[in-house]
């Protein structure tokens, strides 16, 4: 299976210029709790997510209408391509720690994004469909991966 498949197309962005109330606000609207950041030239340039957002408010001790997107946002950018197999993308989401991908395609153009429930939820049909691409278990390992404290994860990988 594919990730253009499974993605969800065209998602919501904000820029790195955008303060956090901005993105708080999309979030809300569009009921995600990550959203990728473009930069100049709509270049992915990161996500944010609810949590960087609580974390950047608390530890700055600054209301989020203060505090620009680039100030709160991941460093590091993990994303597949469309015509990547879900496999593909999940292995980068255990790496990663992460629940969601930005999908860019051979220009670096965003496309979409994958999530951990959109996996989740074709791994649903297709158990009631008696189908079996995304095995129940597959889907178990990444999870228990992706929510490893960070001192295990750090532990296991060096």
Do not use: Y
């Not at 253009?4 to 065209?10: E, G, N």
């Not at 820029?15 to 999309?26: E, G, I, R």
């Not at 709509?42 to 408010?57: E, P, Q």
């Not at 700055?60 to 993308?89: K, N, W």
């Amino acid at each position: 299976m594919r990730v253009m498949d499974l993605m969800s197309r065209i998602p919501v962005t904000c820029k790195t210029t955008d303060m956090l109330n901005v993105a708080a606000k999309l979030m809300w609207d569009c009921d995600c709790g990550a959203i990728p950041v473009v930069g100049e030239g709509a270049s992915v340039k990161g996500m944010i997510t609810d949590r960087d957002i609580c974390m950047a408010c608390f530890t700055q001790d600054r209301p989020p209408s203060s505090i620009l997107v680039a100030e709160a946002m991941s460093d590091g950018l993990f994303f597949c391509s469309p015509d990547g197999t879900v496999a593909d993308a999940e292995r980068i989401m255990r790496r990663n720690q992460v629940r969601r991908l930005p999908v860019l395609d051979r220009r670096g153009d965003l496309v979409g994004i994958l999530s951990l429930a959109d996996i989740a939820r074709e791994a649903e049909r297709e158990r009631i469909q008696g189908k079996r691409d995304i095995a129940p278990e597959e889907l178990t390992d990444v999870l228990g991966d992706i929510c490893q404290p960070w001192q295990v994860v750090l532990t296991r990988t060096h």
